[in-house]
C-alpha cells in the first residue's frame, strides 16, 4: 500500500521556524519527485516546493524562496521541509505529494496543519 505520512506541523509564532516530515512507504523512493503544497481555508491548494527523483536541485514558490528549504533522504524514504522566519500567511495545510519519474504528482499526504501566530 503506498502511502505519504506528514508530521511537524503546530503552532508558531510569527519569525519562528518548524520542520516538517514526510515519511514514504510501499513505494521506491528513490524513482518519485516529491513536492509540497498547501492550502489555507478557502483558498485553492498551491505549490511550495519541490525536488526531483534525482536529487537535483530543489524549486520553490516566490513566496517561500529564501525561507523554506526542502530535502530529502532516500535512504530514509522522507522529505523535509525546513520553514523559517514563518509568517501569518504561511498558515495552511500542509501536503506532501508524489509523482514517478516527472510525472504528475499522483499520491497525496493526509495533510499536517500549520499555525503562525502573529
Known amino acids: 500500500q503506498v502511502r505519504l505520512v506528514e508530521s511537524g506541523g503546530g503552532l508558531v509564532q510569527a519569525g519562528g521556524s518548524l520542520r516538517l516530515s514526510c515519511a514514504a512507504s510501499?513505494?521506491?523512493?528513490?524513482?518519485?519527485?516529491m513536492a509540497w503544497f498547501r492550502q489555507a481555508p478557502g483558498k485553492e491548494r498551491g505549490f511550495v516546493a519541490s525536488?526531483?527523483?534525482?536529487?537535483?536541485?530543489?524549486n520553490y514558490a516566490d513566496s517561500v524562496k529564501g525561507r523554506f528549504t526542502m530535502s530529502r533522504d532516500n535512504a530514509k524514504n522522507t522529505v523535509y521541509l525546513q520553514m523559517n522566519n514563518l509568517k501569518p500567511e504561511d498558515a495552511a495545510v500542509y501536503y506532501c505529494a508524489a509523482g514517478f519519474l516527472n510525472g504528475a504528482y499522483n499520491v497525496w499526504g493526509q495533510g499536517t496543519q500549520v499555525t503562525v501566530s502573529s
Open positions: 510501499g513505494l521506491t523512493f528513490s524513482s518519485y519527485d
Open positions: 525536488i526531483p527523483w534525482s536529487r537535483g536541485r530543489a
